[in-house]
């Protein structure tokens, strides 16, 4: 996946903010400002910046503000199972990956759970991109409760600024699979990208700076004829999605998911300069509250019973809707899926929910990957993980006289 620099062109730490805001932080914050960045260009941040900044951003930044994602009073319980016998040394795994947390929900038991980096599970870690598959789920659930009319409808029906743009062609559907067709640049390497001019586009007056930057964009492709990866557009599902609620995106997670689904604490969503939730990044969550929406997922995005979202939706938003360009894999509406029918959140530096429903297992991780943000030796090791973990659950299984393994 490709590095997203997130809309966090307004963060400035807190350093700037002086002594009076120094001192009214807890031992915790002083100790890891000294650490934080100063500039804003995560990719240039330090291992020891990023290990400070990733566990603290909606403490630590004043530019960026966030909103907070409130949690019911009645945690879901998370049982502990058998611990998972793995032909791997799981402390070895992790300080490849610089774990903070590796959890594995196996039938809804807790059968591994484990911290890193001196953080734990009282804290929250960044999810970065794994926000985008929160943040899909949301769409199905504004179609269910009438807010959305149809996964077909334009971009423009719900933000009319777009209208007389390239998106008065795009669908919902073309946005939440990246195949909108409208021209992009997301290469990090070039000042004169549009993922590097954007955040600092100067919109019209009244119109949001997103909003202002992507209506200009050329069309490049016949929508609904090509794949490809876009920071902008997934910001842009988030507008949409305010758009069509007229909730933030805060209050609308907190409604439909973190308390109905029981999440343990309240999580946080950083906001972009103009005031809007980051749809594609940027909710600091507990690592056991991202494996409960894993868990959530796994058992149909149900509560007390019925889905949030359309009767076959969740289904197709976890397949290949489209090709990515590699074998066996595929996109579905922002989860990244495996032609074996897993599929995974993703976030850059190690962040992740995989779920597969055959073997009915969740592992979620946060991390900070000491090669970068796609850091491909990371990857790997994560990949031979996952399937470590499957091969445990079949021998397992294998083991009961009657019993076969997922296939």
């Not at 062109?9 to 002086?18: N, Q």
């Not at 994602?69 to 992790?94: E, H, R």
Request: with cysteine; proline share 5%; hydrophobic share 40%.
């Amino acid at each position: 996946m490709k590095f997203k620099k997130i809309a966090l062109g307004a963060l400035v730490v807190l350093a700037a903010a002086g002594t009076a805001g120094w001192f009214n932080l807890d031992k915790e914050t002083r100790g890891l400002l000294a650490a934080l960045p100063t500039n804003r260009d995560l990719l240039f941040w330090s291992q020891s910046q990023r290990d400070a900044a990733f566990r603290a951003l909606d403490r630590l930044s004043v530019l960026a503000k966030w909103r907070v994602i409130p949690a019911g009073t009645a945690p879901s319980p998370m049982p502990s199972g058998s611990p998972l016998k793995l032909p791997l040394d799981v402390n070895d795994y992790m300080a490849g990956q610089r774990s903070a947390a590796l959890l594995v929900l196996h039938d809804g038991k807790l059968r591994l759970e484990r911290y890193g980096v001196d953080f734990d599970s009282a804290g929250r870690w960044t999810s970065f991109s794994v926000a985008k598959s929160i943040t899909s789920t949301l769409v199905g659930a504004a179609i269910r409760d009438g807010y959305i009319k149809s996964m077909d409808e334009k971009v423009s029906n719900y933000i009319p600024q777009m209208k007389g743009s390239a998106y008065d062609e795009v669908s919902i559907r073309q946005l939440l699979t990246m195949t909108s067709g409208v021209k992009w640049n997301e290469d990090y390497a070039d000042p004169n990208s549009d993922v590097a001019r954007f955040n600092n586009h100067k919109p019209e007056e009244g119109v949001d700076a997103l909003v202002s930057y992507m209506r200009k964009l050329p069309r490049d492709a016949p929508a609904g004829t090509r794949w490809l990866y876009s920071t902008g557009e997934t910001n842009l599902v988030g507008i949409l999605l305010s758009q069509a609620t007229k909730k933030p995106l805060s209050a609308y997670l907190s409604e439909k998911i973190w308390i109905p689904a029981g999440m343990e604490q309240q999580a946080t969503w950083i906001l972009s300069k103009t005031g809007q939730e980051i749809s594609g990044c940027c909710i600091q969550a507990a690592s056991r509250d991202f494996a409960r929406f894993g868990q959530f997922i796994l058992n149909g995005a149900k509560v007390n019973g019925q889905s949030i979202v359309p009767d076959g939706w969740l289904s197709e938003a976890t397949t290949a809707q489209t090709g990515i360009g590699k074998p066996d894999r595929g996109y579905g509406y922002l989860w990244w899926t495996y032609a074996d029918g897993t599929f995974t959140a993703r976030g850059i530096f190690g962040q992740g929910i995989f779920i597969d429903p055959k073997r009915k297992l969740v592992i979620a991780s946060n991390s900070n990957w000491a090669g970068g943000a796609t850091d491909p030796v990371a990857i790997a090791s994560r990949e031979a993980f996952y399937q470590a973990v499957q091969k445990s659950v079949d021998d397992e299984i294998a083991a009961v006289p009657g019993a076969s393994p997922a296939r």
